[in-house]
Nanobody, 129 residues
Framework: QLQLVESGGGLVQPGGSLRLSCSAS????????IGWFRQSPGKEREGVSC????????VYADSVKGRFTISRDNAKSMVYLQMNTLKPEDTAVYYC??????????????????????WGKGTLVTVSS
């Protein structure tokens, strides 16, 4: 019953910006920690940024600090990832995930994909000139 749908991916030139959106349904959204993850061909899925239930705590991977910003609007059951100064190495499929138990610091480093309560199907971000 927990459903997440990502949108906003696409092709962008290096140095450009994109905003990803994650729309949630089927559960009480503000009870869940939300995270953005990404996966490139031949690489493990990695945590990009995670946010607490009411947005007071956020976590970012070192590779995106200062460039990406995560936010949420619980009234709309939406989570966003603003991505600025994009680099070719940011190219990946981006997924949003929700979990009832994990705090952001734990969620963003977990290797347990199946342990998450819900995953979206992903949106592709391609950074290329």
């Amino acid at each position: 019953q927990l459903q997440l749908v990502e949108s906003g991916g696409g092709l962008v030139q290096p140095g450009g910006s994109l905003r990803l959106s994650c729309s949630a349904s089927g559960f009480t959204f503000d009870y869940f920690t939300i995270g953005w993850f990404r996966q490139s061909p031949g690489k493990e899925r990695e945590g990009v940024s995670c946010i607490s239930r009411y947005g007071d705590e956020t976590v970012y991977a070192d590779s995106v600090k200062g460039r990406f910003t995560i936010s949420r609007d619980n009234a709309k059951s939406m989570v966003y990832l603003q991505m600025n100064t994009l680099k070719p190495e940011d190219t990946a499929v981006y997924y949003c995930a929700a979990d009832f138990t994990l705090i952001p610091q734990a969620m963003c480093v977990t290797r347990s994909v199946d342990g998450m309560d819900s995953w979206g199907k992903g949106t592709l971000v391609t950074v290329s000139s």
